[in-house]
C-alpha cells in the first residue's frame, strides 16, 4: 500500500515528463560532430558494418575496422579512404577474447583512443534446438554478446577518464521477443538488449554522463544471412534504411532504435496482453524463413 502511494505522489511528474516528451517530437534534434572521432566498427568487413563505415568515413571521422574476413575488411578500408578518411583495418576474429585484447592493445598504440564503438559483428543460425550444433551455440553467444563484454572493457576505460565516448549495440528486435527456429540466436540478442540496458544504468550510476549509448533493433534485413524471410509486419529491410536510422540515431544520441518503429508498440504489448490474444497475433505477425528442423514427430 504505501508503495501505492508513493507511485501516485510521482503522478504530476508522469504527466511533467510526458508532455515534455510530447513536446521533443515536434522539435528536430541536434546532431552532434563525430569529426575525428576513433570509430571502432566490429563486423565492418560487409553488410550494417561496411555501410555505417561508410557513414562515419563520410563525417571525416578516423576508422579503424575489424572482422574476421580479411578481403572483406580491406575492401570496406579501401573505399572509406576514397571517402576521405583515415581507416585501418584489422583482422580479427571476435569469438576470440584474446584475439579482442591483443588486436584491441595494437588499435591504442599506433592509433590511439576510440571514443565510438559500435559492437555489430554477429552470427546467425536458422534451425531448431536439435539442429543447432553445440559449437554453433557457443560461436553465437562469443560473437553476438561475449565480444560486448570483451571490446568494452578493452576500450571503456578511457572514455571513462574524459567522460566522453558513445557505446552503440547492434542487437535485433529479436531481442524483445521470441522467434521459433531462431532460438541461439534470440537468446544471444535478448542478452545484447540486456547489455545495452545495464551499462546505461552502470554508466549514469558511475556518474559518466559524456558517455552515451545507443542500442539498433532491427527487424529482419535482406544482408542474406536468414534465406526467404517474410513478415506481415512489412517488408524486409534494406541495410541502407537502417545503416541511415542507426546514424540518426547515433549523432542524436537515441537510446533505443526499433525499425520498423512498430516493434516498440509490440514489445509494450507483449507485456499486458492476455497469453492466448499474444499467440493470434504472433501468428497473424506471420515471421518465415528457410530453417533447419531435427525434431522429427512419430511416423517421420
Not at 39 to 48: D, F, R
Not at 171 to 178: F, R
Not at 246 to 252: A, S, Y
Request: hydrophobic share 45%.
Amino acid at each position: 500500500m504505501k508503495f501505492f502511494l508513493q507511485c501516485l505522489q510521482l503522478l504530476p511528474l508522469l504527466i511533467i515528463f510526458s508532455l515534455e516528451s510530447l513536446l521533443k517530437l515536434f522539435i528536430p534534434k541536434k546532431r552532434k560532430s563525430v569529426t575525428g572521432e576513433i570509430v571502432l566498427i566490429t563486423g565492418a568487413g560487409h553488410g550494417i558494418g561496411r555501410l555505417t563505415a561508410y557513414e562515419f568515413a563520410k563525417l571525416k571521422s578516423k576508422l579503424v575496422l575489424w572482422d574476421i574476413n580479411k578481403h572483406g575488411i580491406e575492401d570496406t578500408a579501401a573505399e572509406c579512404r576514397r571517402l576521405g578518411a583515415k581507416a585501418h583495418a584489422f583482422v580479427v576474429d571476435c569469438s576470440n577474447r584474446e584475439d579482442i585484447y591483443s588486436s584491441a592493445k595494437k588499435v591504442k598504440a599506433e592509433i590511439g583512443d576510440v571514443s565510438i564503438l559500435v559492437n555489430n559483428a554477429g552470427v546467425v543460425y536458422t534451425s531448431d534446438l536439435f539442429a543447432t550444433q553445440d559449437p554453433q551455440i557457443e560461436k553465437t553467444f562469443e560473437v553476438n554478446i561475449l565480444a560486448h563484454f570483451w571490446t568494452t572493457k578493452a576500450f571503456l576505460p578511457v572514455m571513462m577518464k574524459n567522460n566522453h565516448g558513445h557505446i552503440v549495440t547492434v542487437a535485433s528486435a529479436a531481442g524483445h521477443t521470441g522467434v521459433p527456429f531462431l532460438l541461439a540466436y534470440c537468446s544471444s540478442k535478448f542478452a545484447a538488449v540486456g547489455f545495452h540496458r545495464a551499462l546505461t544504468e552502470e554508466l549514469a550510476a558511475l556518474e559518466r554522463t559524456g558517455i552515451k549509448t545507443t542500442c539498433l533493433c532491427p527487424n529482419f534485413i535482406n544482408t542474406g544471412f536468414i534465406k526467404n524471410a517474410s513478415t506481415s509486419l512489412g517488408p524486409i529491410l534494406e541495410p541502407e534504411e537502417v545503416v541511415d536510422k542507426l546514424m540518426d540515431g547515433i549523432l542524436t544520441e537515441q537510446k533505443m532504435i526499433f525499425i520498423p518503429s512498430s516493434i516498440c508498440l509490440l514489445t509494450v504489448l507483449e507485456r499486458i496482453l492476455p497469453e492466448r490474444f499474444l499467440a493470434f497475433l504472433k501468428r497473424k505477425i506471420d515471421i518465415r524463413f528457410d530453417a533447419v528442423i531435427g525434431y522429427k514427430t512419430k511416423g517421420q
